[in-house]
Antibody, heavy 122, light 110 residues
């Protein structure tokens, strides 16, 4: 069974960079049909896609966050990483990593991590 | 304000049927597959429906999806108290070059 586990600091200071990791277990990250991405959810609010990365290295980002986001991966360790710079209180959210199936026009998130809460506060 | 519009809340009695709508445009729902996600309180979202109307393994046939034009609908029959959750639609928006989620709909089973 595929599992995704997020990890990283739960508290980040305003203007600093939020850094999270996601470790994948129980499956391969090197399939052409899948991207690996991040979705966040501010407390009490809806879901927002941040961006995704393919094992080949190609990435795509939410245009509203693109200037501050970097997503990278280490296929040998089956990990993906999120960096979000210049954070503010508005970036306080539960951050999920998720696998995206992407093939022949079909696109959806089929596996999710449990999520990790990141609070931006001084 | 999401480009995919869902009603903030719906409710129905146990055993009844409910539908949740997701309205978009030609740049998103009109030209792309829609998926639906269930988020139980305090839990990560779970895929319920993909490619407009397909159910992943393990999802009961009480859950169904459909799409017509620029709108999609999630249907749930035989409502159970365990179905109380937030439901989100999602699809790719070609004009924005971004994945979009609807604002979410809170289902209450009275």
């Amino acid at each position: 069974q595929l599992q995704l586990q997020e990890s990283g600091p739960g508290l980040v200071k305003p203007s600093e960079t939020l850094s999270l990791s996601c470790t994948v277990s129980g499956g391969s990250v090197s399939s052409s049909s899948y991207y690996w991405g991040w979705v966040r959810q501010p407390p009490g609010k809806g879901l927002e896609w941040i961006g995704s990365i393919h094992y080949s290295g190609s990435t795509y980002y939410n245009p509203s966050l693109k200037s501050r986001v970097t997503i990278s991966g280490d296929t040998s360790k089956k990990q993906l990483f999120l960096k979000l710079s210049s954070v503010t209180a508005a970036d306080t959210a539960v951050y999920y990593c998720a696998r995206t199936f992407d093939s022949s026009g079909s696109l959806f998130f089929d596996y999710w991590g449990q999520g990790t809460l990141v609070t931006v506060s001084s | 304000q999401s480009v995919l519009t869902q009603p903030p809340s719906v409710s129905a009695a146990p055993g009844q049927k409910v539908t949740i709508s997701c309205s978009g445009s030609s740049s998103n729902i009109g030209n792309n597959y829609v998926s639906w996600y269930q988020q139980l309180p305090g839990i990560a979202p779970k895929l319920l429906i993909y490619d407009n109307n397909k159910r992943p393994s393990g999802i009961p046939d009480r859950f169904s999806g459909s799409k017509s034009g620029t709108s999609a609908t999630l249907g749930i029959t035989g409502l159970q108290t365990g179905d109380e959750a937030d439901y989100y639609c999602g699809t790719w928006d070609g004009s924005l070059s971004s994945w979009m989620f609807g604002g979410g709909t809170k289902l209450t089973v009275l």
